[in-house]
């Protein structure tokens, strides 16, 4: 597998499982990915949730996407995992408030609002799972990025 077709599966299924650290504690939830690009997975939300303060404290960071195959034998997914950076990028900040509109009502609509953390882990390693390949995660190819 290609970077790009890493790029393309995250894109074709945007909804992932992101893990990060709280203390000692894993903590794991749905996020939807805002796209993926040849320089990295990004990702959006909103400031007052825990996740983003655990990432400011930790930038380590694991999503897991999954296809929505209907049939096991059909089944992939991909993990990138590696360090986020929060981006200050004004311009990214009004493209996620204009696609994502429901955002704007969770603080002032403006881009410059620290309300709306955009991070992207450009810089890290994916590997792809199947049931074709499931006893053999020790081998599966890596991916860095």
């Not at 900040?93 to 403006?110: T, W």
């Not at 881009?111 to 994916?126: F, M, N, Q, T």
């Amino acid at each position: 597998m290609t970077f790009q077709e890493c790029v393309d599966f995250a894109n074709k299924n945007p909804l992932c499982y992101v893990a990060t650290v709280e203390g000692d504690q894993p903590r794991v939830r749905p996020l939807l990915m805002w796209r993926a690009r040849e320089d990295g997975f990004y990702f959006c939300g909103l400031a007052p949730k825990k996740v983003w303060q655990q990432l400011k404290t930790n930038p380590k960071m694991e999503a897991c996407f999954c296809n929505n195959a209907p049939e096991f034998k059909d089944v992939a997914s991909m993990r990138v995992s590696g360090k986020v950076e929060f981006l200050e990028d004004i311009e990214l900040k009004k493209q996620v408030l204009e696609e994502r509109e429901m955002y704007a009502s969770y603080g002032s609509g403006n881009p410059k609002d620290p309300c709306y953390p955009v991070i992207r882990l450009s810089h890290g390693e994916a590997c792809t799972w199947t049931p074709q390949s499931i006893l053999k995660e020790s081998q599966a190819e890596r991916i860095r990025f």
